[in-house]
């Protein structure tokens, strides 16, 4: 019998294990198999080679030790496209349920949504749909991500609106 | 049958020491048990080969002790049999359970290298971007801040919404 446990709690994990992959493979393939983007990749063996980065100041110091636990990052930006803010409208209805909205913004020039995937109260992936009327970008990191440190990067660089965030946070988490 | 009497007594000092024969224990035995009169002298030896006697007959194996004693150990082989083969099926299902047990973990671990390859959205066919780990963490330090920083606008969005909403909330209040 716990032998038959063992067997069936290897398979979830198996399956969900092989269920994962980042939500611009899982929602966009177009996009994601479309020869005419630029794309920027960084893979987990990267990340873990990020361990050998000489840090040139405190900042990157910082920023080493909070990306540590990324397992990988990849964006995608497509230009000059016909009516970037149709695409976007129709971005944004195709993330699942386990894809979370946790925030969007929509001003006139600009629209940008952020989601995040749980599991189990972690936070293992965020992914944003940025558009504007001639471009797409699709952004996703993957790893256990923790939302304060994420505010705290540009925190760090004088950007505004980040004294809220805390708040926003501590709802979140 | 008539015995002759020295004969007999011959034979039974033979049998007190132990050294007649089983055929001379035979004829004694049949003196005993035909003989009418017996003389007291022999009376230790003729007790002694009566109830030799009676023993064996009662000792004798019945008629069907044979077929009994086959039926019984058929029986006891037939239950053997059953759970010799219980216990074989029960060492199959546990080697079939770790079997399973050790294909199912492999087949994890290979599903886990393969699913770190895809969190970093690198599966099979997707490189690295940057070879130089320098060059890559410019990258990711670059999009980690444009991300970052529209984290944090878009944060400051919605706490207007949501102090707006408070507000909202707090003239319905007054109003009622």
Known sequence: ?173 | MDYDKHKIAALIDKFWQGESSLKEEKVLEEYFLYSEHVPAEFADAERYFLVRRERSQNGALPADFESNLLDKIDESESRGKGKIVNLTFAWKAAAAMIILALTAGLWYQLQDNDTSGQLAGTESTVDDTYEDPRAAFEATKEALFMMSSKFNEGSSEMMKIKKFDQAQNKIKTTEK
């Open chain 1, 1 to 173: 019998m716990k032998n038959a446990i063992i067997v069936f709690l290897f398979s979830i994990a198996s399956s969900v294990a092989f269920g994962q992959s980042d939500a611009i493979s899982k929602f966009f393939p177009d996009i994601d198999s479309d020869e005419n983007v630029t794309r920027v990749s960084i893979s987990s063996k990267m990340f873990e080679m990020f361990m050998h980065v000489e840090p040139e100041s405190e900042e990157e110091r910082e920023l080493l030790e909070t990306i540590s636990d990324l397992q990988g990052m990849r964006i995608i930006t497509k230009e000059n496209m016909q009516d970037g803010m149709a695409y976007y409208r129709k971005a944004l209805k195709k993330p699942s349920a386990e894809y979370e909205e946790l925030l969007s913004v929509s001003q006139p020039d600009e629209n940008f949504t952020f989601f995040v995937k749980e599991v189990n109260g972690d936070i293992h992936e965020v992914f944003m749909i940025f558009g504007d009327s001639e471009s797409i970008v699709l952004m996703s990191i993957r790893g256990l991500i923790n939302l304060q440190e994420l505010s705290r990067l540009s925190r760090q660089m004088n950007i505004e609106g980040m004294k809220y965030l805390d708040q926003i946070d501590d709802e979140k988490n």
